[in-house]
């Protein structure tokens, strides 16, 4: 059974000859009983305080918690991040290369392609020579034939300068 100052202070005692000083008794259980409500007192503001502390620390366990899923759902983040930055790098390392076999192929197909120009240009250069010397050749007989004509022309004049003529006597 729980005792409470109330009780305390309603308590009464058998009154007996030879007993004890009343006012004394009364006294001693008035000082009682107020020690007894300041340490109910103090009790009940300890345990305020407990179930204060109590649910603080649960609100902070709850925080702990929050904070550790944070940190995992971070930490996977933080991989899932690199991951798609890694894979992310290899596709541009990837393009690059493609990139750069295109451009090492068109350089390859323009190299073919000049060269095929270069071929052809030499080509028609040899036919042009080939032309060009026909034609001085051609021309070189020409004059030569010329030159001929001209001799006999004037050999022919000439010949014809000194023989008499016709209606002239000598």
């Not at 005792?3 to 030879?18: E, G, Y």
């Not at 270069?118 to 070189?140: C, F, T």
């Amino acid at each position: 059974m729980k005792i409470t100052p109330l009780d305390v202070d309603q308590q009464q005692f058998q009154r007996v000859f030879r007993g004890c000083d009343p006012e004394e008794v009364h006294r001693f259980l008035d000082l009682v009983s107020r020690e007894m409500e300041e340490l109910l007192r103090e009790n009940n503001g300890l345990k305020e305080e407990i179930r204060r502390k109590d649910a603080q620390i649960a609100e902070f366990r709850e925080h702990e918690a929050q904070l550790r899923e944070a940190l995992v759902s971070a930490g996977r983040m933080t991989d899932e991040i690199k991951e798609s930055a890694k894979k992310e790098a290899e596709l541009v390392a990837a393009e690059a290369q493609l990139k750069a076999q295109r451009i090492v192929l068109d350089a390859q197909e323009r190299s073919v392609s000049l060269n095929g120009e270069i071929g052809d240009l030499r080509r028609q250069k040899a036919r042009l020579v080939v032309e060009i010397r026909s034609i001085l050749e051609s021309h070189r007989r020409l004059l030569d034939t010329q030159a001929a004509i001209d001799e006999d022309r004037e050999s022919l004049s000439a010949g014809l300068d000194a023989r008499p003529s016709p209606g002239r006597r000598t």
